[in-house]
């Protein structure tokens, strides 16, 4: 869980995060792009929704909070998904 590894070196703005940290950042984003009428921008910025989505989503898990079933983290994930994209591609 990323709360629970500090950085000694702290990035200022998240958007620097994944591209940093997650070493299939432009797969994931080649992937959206290729599937989902986003520019790179979006396909970004989408990614950072469902990462921090996401996220919490483990967190709440990892402190005992609540259990999700994957039906749960599925519906939930999908729901917001479709949302920031339908948000997305309305700004056009």
């Given amino acids: 869980m ?6 000694k070196d702290p ?10 940290k997650d070493h ?5 984003l080649d ?3 290729a599937d989902y009428p986003l520019t790179v921008e979006e396909a970004s910025r989408l990614y950072q ?11 709440m898990v990892a402190s ?4 999700f079933s994957m039906e749960e983290v599925i519906g939930l994930l ?7 994209i339908k948000e997305m591609v309305g700004k056009k």
């Fill in 2 to 7: 990323l709360f629970q590894n500090p950085s």
């Fill in 11 to 20: 990035i200022r703005r998240f958007q620097d995060f994944l591209p940093m």
């Fill in 24 to 28: 299939s950042y432009q797969l994931v």
């Fill in 31 to 33: 992937s959206i792009v």
């Fill in 49 to 59: 929704h469902l990462f921090i989505y996401s996220h919490g989503m483990a967190s």
């Fill in 64 to 67: 005992g909070i609540y259990q």
């Fill in 78 to 84: 999908t729901e917001v998904c479709q949302s920031l």
